[in-house]
């Protein structure tokens, strides 16, 4: 069969009670093999042929749905936008968080505050902190991977 996709695009989520360190151990072997070429860190190359990333997109904050709340950081994908990925800030910090007996018992609530995302522009991730435009998908600044 061939596949168009990368190797990673592959994979079938596995109930959290199937997997355990063996199948882990597993994985991360496969993933270990993994060649350049076959890792994409660029999904939206083709996209960005003929449509202008938006500036939203560079908005950097948390994005509230209904109830959930969860951060943005653009600045943690640079080369999804098609940029030199470098060293980024540190994630939010929750509010609080809560570990239950299983992963979708992880409760984790990070604070959101309604003008942020009515005064997007306020919030957007300055221009410098772009990174120039790469030349190939998997590029960074030297300190990021040394």
Not at 14 to 23: R, W
Not at 30 to 36: A, F, H, I, K, S
Not at 122 to 133: K, R, T
Request: aromatic letters at 12%.
């Amino acid at each position: 069969m061939d596949y168009v996709q990368p190797r990673v695009c592959r994979w079938i989520q596995k109930h959290e009670t199937v997997l355990n360190v063996d199948k882990l151990g597993s994985i991360r072997r496969m993933l270990d093999r993994l060649r350049p070429s076959e890792v994409t860190c660029d999904p939206y190359v083709n996209y960005r042929k003929n449509e202008v990333v938006h500036a939203m997109a560079f908005y950097s904050g948390t994005i509230k749905y209904m109830d959930v709340v969860e951060p943005y950081h653009p600045e943690r994908i640079l080369r999804q936008f098609g940029h030199v990925q470098s060293i980024p800030d540190p994630p939010y910090r929750p509010l609080e968080a809560h570990r239950g007996p299983t992963a979708n018992k992880y409760s984790v609530k990070y604070g959101f505050q309604q003008d942020n995302w009515e005064r997007w522009r306020n919030h957007l991730l300055a221009p410098e902190a772009h990174g120039d435009n790469a030349e190939f998908e998997f590029l960074a600044t030297p300190d990021y991977l040394p």
